[in-house]
């Protein structure tokens, strides 16, 4: 997958979100941040120019310099919410969902209004830092990605 910029971000592909509200994380994207290793992800805002949503994952959370949003949101942590239920925790908002082997995770309908998305939606996957990985829906990436001359794979 390509890097849209020399020393830019790297894309692992592009993801698409089914009438079924499944989406599929790039290949790459799953073996790189072992997100189905848990059976279940976080996935938590994006930032206001990209939209869409990141995605970590408990044990790549909790030991991090942020894993006081799972230690100071116990339910969040061990899922005692709801599957696609947002917790507001400074500034972002938080949910877990179930992630399949394959990477297939299964979004909830009210998630799509809350992160202001649709099925049929394109999300661009892009690495972050070592902790999450970014499903963005728009921005300069997205809007770069879409005159990139190569070939950038739609899972």
Same mark, same amino acid.
């Given at each position: 997958?390509?890097?849209m910029t020399k020393g830019g971000?790297?894309?692992?592909?592009?993801?698409?979100?089914?009438?079924?509200?499944?989406?599929?994380?790039?290949?790459?994207?799953?073996?790189?941040?072992?997100?189905?290793?848990?059976?279940?992800?976080?996935?938590?805002?994006?930032?206001? +120019?990209?939209? @869409?949503?990141?995605?970590?994952?408990? =044990?790549? /959370?909790?030991?991090?310099? %942020?894993?006081?949003?799972? *230690?100071?949101?116990?339910?969040?942590?061990?899922?005692?919410?709801?599957?696609?239920?947002?917790?507001?925790?400074?500034?972002?908002?938080?949910?877990?969902?179930?992630? +399949?082997?394959? @990477?297939?995770?299964?979004?909830?309908? =009210?998630? /799509?209004?809350?992160?202001? %998305?649709?099925?049929?939606? *394109?999300?661009?996957?892009i690495r972050s830092s070592d902790?999450?990985?970014?499903?963005?829906?728009?921005?300069?990436?997205?809007?770069?990605?879409?005159?990139?001359?190569?070939?950038?794979?739609?899972?």
């Amino acid at each position: 997958m390509p890097q849209m910029t020399k020393g830019g971000k790297f894309i692992f592909g592009k993801s698409r979100i089914r009438d079924d509200l499944t989406v599929r994380i790039p290949p790459q994207a799953v073996a790189e941040y072992d997100a189905a290793s848990e059976g279940r992800i976080y996935l938590f805002t994006g930032s206001k +120019s990209t939209g @869409g949503f990141c995605v970590t994952r408990r =044990g790549l /959370l909790e030991p991090s310099k %942020l894993g006081h949003i799972l *230690t100071e949101n116990p339910a969040l942590r061990d899922c005692r919410i709801p599957a696609g239920e947002f917790v507001r925790y400074k500034g972002r908002a938080y949910c877990w969902v179930p992630v +399949s082997r394959e @990477g297939i995770l299964q979004l909830i309908p =009210g998630m /799509l209004d809350f992160l202001d %998305l649709l099925p049929g939606a *394109t999300l661009l996957c892009i690495r972050s830092s070592d902790i999450a990985f970014t499903m963005g829906a728009r921005g300069p990436l997205v809007e770069r990605s879409r005159a990139y001359p190569g070939e950038i794979e739609t899972y």
